[in-house]
Each structure stands twice: as structure tokens, then as C-alpha cells.
């Protein structure tokens, strides 16, 4: 375990032994399909035997219930037995209600304090943590807020068309229609056939802002002071990548590992690494699903989650279930509407109830709201501009 993370010099290591196994004992009956263990080369069967507490949160973040107060600073310490103090918590989710989140959550801290597993000013801190923390609260569709539209912005894979051959005229028409931000997506020095260096300039002069880019894992292994130099070029907080629907669980866990490794890095320069999901994720795969892998095996301070809604939704995933379970790790949504028939629709157009997600907004964390279309009609331009129209529109 890392050092850094380590119980205090008086913690009773049998104590925390036992403590774990009564808790696991105790808690494990209410658990939801379990997750991944922290050893990647393990088959998931043999992890979960071997778990008795087989949600997947690791050692490597604090104790965190979503952002500003509601991240403890706590280190998410090993309880034993494949146990650690997120695990035991959310072994008892759904919970009820706010009160019945934090009382859960004080139940706990004492009995660790009392076990000399954490310290009193551990305790309250985590205690206070919860307690700032939305979890259990219910967030209703009032109908009478809008979305600031400096968070509002453009997928430019909804405009690849043009983009190669006419990007000024394409940006402009997108500026003229109102966006204010665009995510470029691509590889480290081609961006639409251009280089980050030559792109840049011409989606500022549009008026335009770029608060993420999309490149590839590959990027992120084997070129990082590319991203981070694309990154700045663009003036980017976040680089996003996406995954392969070949993945084991092991390669989940692998990516989680990799991502909190160079997001580490990415963090001494200003920019914060987010994973974007297909539907191939909330696939299971031996009861675990890869996306859940994802989300509890890397650090909240360091690797964040892009939510496509759409592709959530088209297998039965409902992103406000995933941001109740996970709050405080969305910090990009792509926004993308369903058809009837499941194809891609306009945004605002389709099935999906934008409302309802984004009254959830602040739980969740979202900082931009990025359309998108990946089949527009009849063009990239006018499909883009259609979302705009009708997000800019949406009260909820």
C-alpha cells in the first residue's frame, strides 16, 4: 500500500483485521452486484472470493463523496480483507434518505475511532464530509433554471465533415448560432488533419473557448508531454480518452491504474484526465461491469468522468442512478439525444429526459455540457446549431 496512505503508528492491526471481517460479515448481504477487486492480473471470480468486500474502491483516493466539503481528505484506508472504509459504506447503499446517509456514516467513524483504525479528527472530518455531501437527497425538476451558457458547448466530431477542409467557416457558423465552447477531438497533432498549434488559433478567432480535447489512450502511454502541449495550446482543462469494447476486466483495471498514473502528472500542469464512455462498459462481466472498475479504481482528485448520456442510456445505464452512486466524478457530460427508435436524434428532440439528469447537476459535478450528433442531419452545422437552439431553451 502506498506509504502516504497508511494507518496512523497506533493502529492495532488485528483490530483492523477483525473489524473488517465483522464488518464485511455485517454489511455484505445489502451489497448490489459486486465490483472489481484491486488486483488486476487476478481473474474477477477468484477476486470476488477472495473480497469480502467486493465493491473495487482502492487505497488510492481519500474518502470522497463528492466535490468541494464533501471530499474528507480522509485516505481511503485497506480495512483488511479486500476492505476499505468507501467499501464499507456503500455496501449499505441505496440509503433512504440524507440523514440516513450520514448516520450510516457515523456509525461507521466510531466504530473505527473506537478501533484506533482512524483518528478522531479523521472521524469528523469524514463525518462532516457526508454531511455536506447530497447523497440521499432528492434532486426535483423545478422547470425554472436554465443552463449557464458559458457551459455550454460543441462535440466538433458532430461537424468532422467540414471541419478538414473549411474549420474557419465551420466554427464561425457555430460561434453565429451561439456556442461558446468546443471539444476537438483527434490524437496529438491532428486535429481534423491540422496540428493542435495550427488548430487553436482558428477557434479563437471564432470566439470560441476549448474547455476538453479528445485524444487516445495511446497518446496518454506513450506521448504525455505531446497532450500536455496540445492540451495548452488550446487552453484545455480536461484531455478525454475513450475505451475498446474488447476490454477484460483486467484491462479495466490496468486503464484505472494508468489513468490515475498520468493524471498525476497532468495535475502539476493544470489539466485533469477524463474517461468518456461508450455502452460497451456497463457490460458485466462475471457480475462486475468495466465502467464501475473505472470509476472506483481511480482517484477523484485526479481522473474525472465524461458522461455520454446517450450511450448510457442505449443500454439501460440511467445516468442519475450512476451520479447518485458516484457523485462528484462527472465533470463533463456529452449531451446527445436518443430517437424513438434508438438512433441519434438532436439534442432535445428524442426520448431522453434532460431535465430530470440535469437537476442533478451539482451532485454530479458537471462543469460544461457538450452536445453532440453522431450521425447529423442534414448536416453537421445545422444538426449542431438545432441542439444549441434547444438546449439554450430547456428549463429544468
Sequence with gaps: MNSSFASPSHHRPRARHLLAVSLAATLLPLTAAPASAAEPETPAAEQVAADLCPWGYTTSSTVFFGRAGADSGVPNRDLGDGCTILDTVWAQAPFADHGSFVSTVSG??????????????????????????????????????????????????????????????????????????????????????????????????????????????????????????????????????????????????????????????????????AYHNHGFEFTAQNGVRGYDVLVRETDPNLVAMELDLYWAASVGADPVELIKQYPGRFSLFHVKDMAADGSFADVGEGTIDFARIFAYSEMAGVGYYLTENDNPRPNGVSSACDSYANLSALRY
Excluded: H
Excluded at 461537424?159 to 483527434?186: F, Q
Excluded at 474488447?246 to 497532468?266: E, F, P, Q
Design 108 to 273: 461507521l467513524t466510531n466504530t473505527l475511532r473506537r478501533d484506533d483504525v482512524i483518528t478522531p479528527e479523521e472521524s469528523a472530518s469524514i463525518v462532516r464530509a457526508a454531511a455536506d455531501s447530497e447523497i440521499g437527497t432528492p434532486q426535483p425538476a423545478s422547470g425554472t433554471r436554465a443552463l449557464p451558457d458559458d457551459r455550454i458547448g460543441l462535440v466538433l466530431y458532430t461537424v468532422r465533415a467540414t471541419m478538414p477542409s473549411a474549420p474557419e467557416a465551420t466554427l464561425g457558423a457555430l460561434a453565429a448560432c451561439g456556442y461558446r465552447n468546443a471539444e476537438p477531438s483527434g490524437a496529438v497533432n491532428n486535429f481534423y488533419g491540422r496540428t493542435a498549434t495550427a488548430l487553436a488559433p482558428l477557434v479563437a478567432d471564432a470566439g470560441l473557448t476549448v474547455p476538453s480535447i479528445g485524444i487516445g489512450l495511446g497518446d496518454l502511454q506513450n506521448n504525455l508531454d505531446g497532450v500536455i502541449a496540445n492540451a495548452r495550446a488550446f487552453g484545455a482543462k480536461y484531455v478525454r480518452i475513450s475505451g475498446s469494447g474488447s476490454w477484460t476486466l483486467a484491462d479495466y483495471s490496468r486503464v484505472a491504474a494508468t489513468l490515475n498514473t498520468v493524471g498525476a502528472t497532468l495535475k502539476q500542469a493544470g489539466i485533469t484526465v
